[in-house]
């Protein structure tokens, strides 16, 4: 039930965020707060800012904990990620991992997997070819 929360919650920030970057492409958008203080369950800061620097638009973003397989859902949903606009997002989905994968879909049908990136160490990842 916690999950499911936290991936509406993620859901509404990226909208809220992607809004944002559309105004201001090359400016920072607000982080989103997970909890009512900000801070995650262990006190560790998840929140990524995503900056497509392709030249493609992004489709879909995901992000899943290293350890697993499987990709969670698209946290753009019926977003885009235009090429130059940039998304903050809390990739903090609860477990307390900090190694994620990264995966990005684009229109031309190009698809970015990137591995092992710790969000607990970095603030921003960029999207380049």
Known sequence: ????????????????SAASAAAAPDKPTAPVAQSQDGASADGRDRHVT???????TMLSFYASDASTDDWEEDILGE???ENRQNVRINIDDGSGA?????????????????????VCE????IFTR
């Open 1 to 16: 039930m916690l999950q499911a929360a936290l991936k509406a919650a993620v859901c509404a920030a990226v909208m809220l």
């Open 50 to 56: 995503i900056r497509n620097r392709t030249g493609w």
């Open 79 to 81: 977003d885009v990620l």
């Open 98 to 118: 900090c190694e994620y994968d990264f995966k990005a879909e684009f229109t031309n049908g190009e698809e970015l997997t990137r591995f092992g990136v710790n």
């Open 122 to 125: 970095v603030s921003e990842y």
